[in-house]
């Protein structure tokens, strides 16, 4: 249903324990009461998602977060001030309301106020904390629109509100403000140049060993079912040089950040004409789902420069590149 149409539906489902997927400034998400253990066991079971790996609790306004989680350290209430709503996930400690399943066992949790006007609705018409992990096969392509949501998860959902592209493109920054120095969990939409004119320095500690600490940190993660190569960068001032398409007979697809490579390709994405991080942050989920649908047989990509919101879209390159093998 349209995502600017009566919410009522939704968030009655959301209450009685179903599954909603809903857009945010970052990527769809696919909600369920954050309050109740067997519509987060729902999440699980529809994404194929190992119970290790925790989710995002949402909120529909930064207000609602000491009442849920009580006080928090001075670093955290800075940074939702300055940030919420906005594209940062908050590291605090888990409540005794938030079930365990919620945050895989671990005694903290992650939590968001997103900056989308749906979104926030959905959340406070429901009346509950709405935990949401990407709306997704765990694993897969992030969705940036709501075709990407029917067509990975399908009759999982129960509602699919259409909210249109996704602004951002890739997920929330992740980050642990709990202790001296701030620790970025996961790269994401907002860089970490932003994070410092607030906090001061940061540890970046992107990546898991064991149980993740955070939504969205395994080493292998945000693949499109195609498998994809990526290519080394050159330098800081000329990140990437393109190679020529390859004659094997094969299909290649070619995912470039500003130029087109020469011809050959079977399929082609250009992230930003202009060099535009933002705008290239913006495209990537959709692009790379294009490019698997386009029945190619290899995704070469070239990385972005590593800068501002070009360090997350590299962390998903990476990632994506990585040993995985996808469900079926």
């Known amino acids: 249903m349209p995502a600017d149409g009566e919410l009522a539906e939704a968030a009655s489902v959301l209450r009685t324990g179903g599954l909603v997927a809903f857009p ?11 309050l ?3 519509a987060a066991a729902r999440i699980f079971e529809a994404k194929a998602r190992p119970s290790f790996d925790p ?16 006080p928090v350290p001075p670093a955290v209430a ?9 594209p940062l996930t908050l590291i605090v400690d888990r409540p005794a309301a938030i079930p365990p399943i919620v945050t895989s066992g671990l005694d903290t949790m992650a939590v968001r106020v997103p900056d989308n006007e749906h979104a926030r609705r959905l959340i406070a018409t429901a009346g509950v904390p709405v ?3 990407s709306a997704n096969r765990f694993g897969q392509l992030s969705p940036t629109r709501a075709e990407h949501v029917v067509r990975g998860l399908g009759a999982a959902v129960d ?3 259409d909210g249109g592209p996704t602004r951002c493109g890739i997920e929330s920054t992740i980050v642990d403000a709990r ?5 970025v969990l996961r790269l994401g939409a907002l860089p970490v140049e932003e994070l410092e004119k607030v906090v001061g320095p940061v540890t970046v500690r992107p990546g898991s060993s064991g149980q993740p600490v955070a939504p969205g940190t395994l080493a292998a993660h945000y693949a499109p079912r195609t498998p994809l190569r990526l290519l080394a960068a050159d330098s800081a001032a000329r990140p990437v040089r393109a190679e020529p398409a390859p004659s094997d ?8 950040f500003r130029d087109r490579p020469a011809d050959g390709w079977a399929a082609v994405e250009v992230l930003s004409a202009t060099g535009d991080l933002t705008e290239a942050a913006a495209r990537l989920f959709d692009a790379l789902h294009r490019l698997d649908a386009a029945g190619v047989t290899e995704i070469v990509a070239e990385p972005v420069p590593e800068t501002g919101v070009g360090r997350a879209v590299n962390d998903r390159l990476r990632r994506a590149a990585a040993t995985w093998q996808p469900a079926d």
Do not use: K, S
């Open 24 to 34: 945010t400034e970052t990527v769809y998400g696919l909600g369920a009461n954050a």
């Open 36 to 38: 109740d253990a067997q």
């Open 55 to 70: 989710l995002i609790t949402h909120l529909a306004d930064a207000a609602d977060l000491e009442p849920l989680v009580g």
């Open 78 to 86: 800075a940074l939702a001030a300055r940030f919420w709503p906005g």
């Open 131 to 133: 935990a949401a992990p």
């Open 159 to 161: 509602v699919v509100l």
């Open 179 to 183: 202790g001296d120095r701030p620790v």
């Open 249 to 256: 007979g094969m299909r290649h697809g070619y995912l470039a």
